[in-house]
């Protein structure tokens, strides 16, 4: 069976492969396998064709809880798609009004110069810049983490996959 399958029908797989054994203990070794210790089926035909075709039944129920699972972690990552979908367009808003206000404290930087010390600019320009990245890095995140911060719950981009 192709692995890709095995992975996507767990549930499916075993029980397939479980009809597989009952098929072969029950028309190769001639093993009636409801007359084994444990197995206490009323009311279940003492012949081979009815094992067999119940151990492959089997494999319907397992499909179905394949498929429920599936759905299931689909309808996960679209959620997940859709949070980040929703971070992502509230980072560029933020990202938009915060870099206009760091241009206007580019204009506040040109009239300073002169007035302030050379180092108290250098260190304006850096905070501008270390800012500006922090807020692209949140906008372009591909993952989603939070981390304890002083005012709460926050995002975490050292833990996002973010190109720098």
Partial sequence: MNRHLCRR??????????????????????????????????????????????????VIPAFFIDRAVARLRMHEAQLQAEQLRVLRVTMRTVQDIVNNNLNQ????????????????????????????????????????AEKPMASGPGLDVSASSVPH
């Fill in 9 to 58: 029908f767990p549930s499916t797989s075993v029980a397939l492969a479980l009809a597989l054994i009952v098929l072969v203990a029950a028309t190769i070794w001639r093993i009636n396998v409801f007359e084994l210790p444990g197995v206490n089926i009323i009311g279940i035909e003492q012949n081979e064709i009815g094992e067999i075709a119940i151990a492959f039944l089997l």
């Fill in 105 to 144: 404290l580019q204009l506040l930087r040109v009239q300073a110069k002169g007035h302030v010390p050379e180092e108290t600019l250098t260190l304006f320009d850096e905070t501008i810049h270390d800012t500006a990245v922090q807020l692209t890095a949140l906008g372009n995140m591909e993952v989603f």
